[in-house]
């Protein structure tokens, strides 16, 4: 059974940077698409960015573009995501998801996302 295990959250500063990262048992990475997606309590579950399996494209919520960076490495099993210039607004549980395979996950469609982690809390205080 394929699990994704995020870590890297916390506490931080408006400004300050972050880097999340989210492992897999029980599957190998290079056979999923990846996306990172963000929930705040009482809100939709909304799509931060994805990444193919190579590494070689990226997509991002628009809103997110220059701040935001996903990356991945395949050899090491572990996806990754730099949250730089942080704003209170970020503030939400981050989750990794693993699509197997179509192109939803340029899209960020949560459906097309066939594994999801328990999330890693982000906080950003002002």
């Known amino acids: 059974q394929v699990q994704l295990t995020e870590s890297g959250g916390g506490l931080v500063q408006a400004g300050d940077s972050l880097r999340l990262s989210c492992t897999i048992s029980?599957?190998?990475?290079?056979?999923?698409?990846m996306g990172w997606f963000r929930q705040v309590p009482g809100k939709e579950r909304e799509f931060v960015g994805s990444?193919?399996?190579?590494?070689?494209?990226?997509y991002y919520r628009d809103s997110l573009k220059g701040r935001f960076n996903i990356s991945r490495n395949n050899d090491k099993d572990t996806l990754y995501l730099q949250m730089n210039s942080l704003k209170p607004d970020d503030t939400a549980l981050y989750y990794c998801?693993?699509?197997?395979?179509?192109?939803?996950?340029?899209?960020?469609?949560?459906?097309?996302?066939?594994?999801w982690g328990q999330g890693t809390q982000v906080t950003v205080s002002s």
């Open positions: 029980g599957g190998t990475l290079s056979t999923f698409a």
């Open positions: 998801a693993a699509s197997a395979a179509g192109l939803g996950y340029r899209e960020g469609e949560p459906r097309t996302f066939d594994y």
């Open positions: 990444i193919n399996w190579s590494g070689s494209l990226t």
